[in-house]
């Protein structure tokens, strides 16, 4: 693995939201600013949004370690494609309670209130986040809005902190959310970094986990990185994370604007769609199997499971970095250079 050729702690640039690598470019810092804000009133709703990638989910988990574990409960939802009723069993058991399929609504909203009311009592308190927003139906943020009802005299009993794309500003501003626009409380839009924040985030990763200038990128190189991911945060870690395996596979120690082009060759390679089916294959795909398949592409590699793509990444890297080290040897043993002699003779 390239960590240990290039003496780093770790691998700096993993797909799934990190806190522990953090970067507070102008943007994020902003939106954190907002979210203490909205943190500090304890009530309402607070609105997040930001393309694929964008850190929004890293951006709360950092704001998670920044607060007292024993003063707040949190439920994190980041399954969105559900329907009313699973979304308040999701909300139910997300905060640890029972919810069996057999619980009907009105059990499960009693069970919430009481848990509600006892966090209270111990000093606490409890705040819903829920990710990927963009997926939620009208009916879904209106059955989000009702729970914000529990409150006593004095307080609101739950918080919800709404992550999405902004796909989620149009239902936002819907003609049926004027209720939830009110308790809305802050919004923003995390937008990508410019390009010097795009270099700072990439050295500030490679730092994390021990990084002393080697590799050595080029400013070229820099700009390269930045003008194919836009400043997305995810899709630098993606580029740079393949940039340091052909590093360490072809023992470089500095990288061009070339060879950043190489590898976004090479990814955008691996992502071309297949070749259409020949006619007796069963004809080309039908215009419904096209959205079908980009749909599915776009769940896969959209971001909605980075987790488990960087997992899969990790193997397919330990499977080729063993293959190539076997060849290596043999390729420089000079035993092997006799015997192919021997052999020729």
């Known amino acids: 693995m390239y960590e240990s050729y290039y003496g780093l702690s770790d691998k700096p640039f993993r797909l799934r939201p990190d806190p522990h690598f953090f970067f507070g470019s102008k943007g994020h810092k902003r939106a954190m600013a907002y979210l203490e804000y909205g943190l500090s009133q304890g009530e309402g709703f607070i609105v997040i949004t930001g393309e694929v990638g964008a850190g929004k989910t890293t951006l709360v988990r950092n704001l998670f370690n920044q607060i007292a574990s024993d003063k707040i409960v949190t439920c994190h939802l980041v399954n969105t494609h559900l329907n009313s009723d699973d979304v308040l069993r999701g909300v139910v058991g997300g905060f640890g309670l029972p919810c069996e399929d057999a619980a009907s609504k009105t059990t499960l909203l009693g069970r919430l209130e009481v848990f509600l009311r006892q966090c209270e009592q111990d000093g606490k308190r409890a705040l819903l986040v829920v990710d990927e927003a963009q997926n939620l139906t009208p009916k879904v943020v209106e059955e989000l809005r009702m729970l914000s009802n529990f409150q006593t005299d004095q307080k609101s009993l739950l918080q919800t902190f709404l992550l999405g794309q902004p796909e989620f500003r149009a239902t936002l501003h819907s003609p049926g959310m004027s209720q939830l626009r009110q308790r809305v409380i802050a919004t923003y839009h995390l937008g990508p970094m410019d390009s010097s924040e795009s270099n700072a985030y990439i050295e500030h990763r490679m730092r994390t986990v021990g990084w002393s200038g080697n590799p050595h990128l080029t400013p070229a190189a820099y700009g390269a990185v930045f003008q194919y991911t836009g400043g997305i945060p995810r899709k630098t870690n993606h580029l740079m994370d393949r940039l340091l395996l052909m590093g ?11 060879d ?7 990814i955008q390679q691996e992502f071309q769609p297949p070749p259409a089916s ?24 959209g971001g909605q499971y980075p987790a488990v793509l960087d997992e899969r990444m990790m193997r397919v890297e330990k499977s080729l970095v063993s293959v190539l080290t076997i060849l290596k040897k043999i390729v420089r043993s000079p035993s092997s250079y006799n015997i192919h002699q021997d052999s020729n003779e």
């Open 248 to 258: 360490f596979l072809e023992e470089m120690q500095e990288f061009t604007d070339t």
């Open 260 to 266: 950043v082009d190489t590898v976004i060759r090479d």
């Open 278 to 301: 020949a006619a007796g294959d069963g004809g080309a795909p039908t215009a419904g199997n096209g959205a079908a398949h980009d749909m599915e592409a776009a769940t896969m590699f």
